[in-house]
């Protein structure tokens, strides 16, 4: 995916105490470890839902600007996925903060903002040129479009929902547990818990 991060999360979702007091952990032996868990743990929940929990700047890098030659909304839909909108990859979007460019000379423009419109309220957010405005000819050539935004619940962690907090400190229980990449089995068959991924489902961003 061609999207960076600008400014990562000034936060983790689920502090090293809540890790610790999940894991039954008292002592600090292993503090760095669990950190290290914690960040890869809401990474890895990050990329399944294709969200950003914590406000972290992004951008989002294109060739070109999308969309064919007949810029429009269809008639009669409620709510549509035009072909000509950029769709950020990462949600909830808070604000998009700056749309630029490489002109055909190869200069890097910005975007006035009162040439597109954003719609941050729908996931994936989406950003389509204002009425009587179309997207500039960019040059042609790779990464040509730089689209910068932020995305997250908030900077706190009380801004996170609880279920994303709750599969966090379940996936660092696994890692924290066994720290290999075989799990050398001597009690009987160990099966896993099929509603823990469950706990991401209400927060999976579906493009239709």
């Not at 070109?64 to 950020?88: E, K, M």
């Amino acid at each position: 995916m061609p999207l960076r991060v600008v400014i990562p999360p000034s936060v983790e979702p689920v502090t090293l105490a809540e890790a610790k007091l999940h894991l039954k952990v008292d002592v600090n032996d292993d503090d760095a470890l669990i950190s290290s868990l914690v960040a890869t743990a809401r990474a890895h929940a990050e990329m399944i839902t294709q969200r950003s929990f914590i406000s972290t700047m992004l951008e989002y890098v294109m060739d070109a600007f999308p969309g064919p030659s007949q810029f429009g909304v269809p008639w009669g839909r409620t709510f549509s996925l035009p072909g000509h909108a950029i769709l950020l990859p990462k949600s909830p979007v808070q604000s998009v903060e700056s749309i630029r460019y490489l002109d055909m000379d190869g200069t890097l423009k910005t975007m006035d903002p009162a040439t597109y419109a954003c719609d941050l309220a729908s996931e994936p957010a989406r950003i389509t040129p204002a009425f009587g405005h179309i997207w500039p000819i960019p040059l042609p050539q790779i990464g040509a479009v730089m689209v910068r935004f932020i995305a997250g619940y908030g900077n706190t962690l009380a801004d996170v929902p609880e279920g994303i907090k709750s599969w966090i400190k379940l996936r660092c229980g696994s890692l924290y547990i066994n720290r290999e990449e075989v799990a050398i089995l001597n009690r009987g068959i160990v099966a896993e818990l099929p509603f823990v991924d469950g706990l991401l489902d209400p927060y999976r961003v579906v493009t239709i």
